[in-house]
């Protein structure tokens, strides 16, 4: 957790580093979310693909709960507020489904 923290809000030298140097880092780590949205989306389309193949549907709630209860726990771990985590991956987890509905026939 500090490793993160640290990371998260120091510069090379140390020192917190200047306003923008901050945002730098903050596009940075944007472009990382974007990618790492990218992945999953690319991931849950392979998902669909093996769904499809045995005749499952896309929505499985036992297993959304389980991912939630995962990234909830890991946010705590971070001191980051788990329920705007959730929030987040309900978002996420949405847009995979559609994703996956939208390159098979299954629902
Ligand atoms: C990707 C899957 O399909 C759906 C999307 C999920 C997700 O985005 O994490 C989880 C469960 C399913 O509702 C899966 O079953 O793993």
Not at 56 to 61: A, F
């Given at each position: 957790m500090e490793e993160t923290r640290r990371k998260g809000?120091?510069?090379?030298?140390?020192?917190?580093?200047?306003?923008?140097?901050?945002?730098?880092?903050?596009?940075?780590?944007?472009?990382?979310?974007v990618e790492s949205i990218a992945r999953r989306t690319y991931v849950a389309e392979s998902i669909a693909r093996v769904?499809?193949?045995?005749?499952?549907?896309?929505h499985d709630p036992d297993r959304e709960e389980e991912v939630l209860e995962r990234v909830e726990e890991r946010a705590e771990s971070l001191e980051?507020?788990?329920?705007?985590?959730?929030?987040?991956?309900?978002?996420?987890?949405?847009?995979?489904?559609?994703?996956?509905?939208?390159h098979t026939d299954t629902d």
């Amino acid at each position: 957790m500090e490793e993160t923290r640290r990371k998260g809000s120091e510069t090379r030298n140390g020192q917190q580093g200047s306003l923008d140097e901050l945002r730098e880092e903050i596009e940075e780590i944007d472009n990382g979310i974007v990618e790492s949205i990218a992945r999953r989306t690319y991931v849950a389309e392979s998902i669909a693909r093996v769904k499809e193949e045995r005749g499952m549907g896309i929505h499985d709630p036992d297993r959304e709960e389980e991912v939630l209860e995962r990234v909830e726990e890991r946010a705590e771990s971070l001191e980051v507020d788990p329920e705007t985590v959730r929030e987040v991956f309900e978002l996420l987890m949405g847009m995979s489904k559609d994703e996956q509905r939208r390159h098979t026939d299954t629902d």
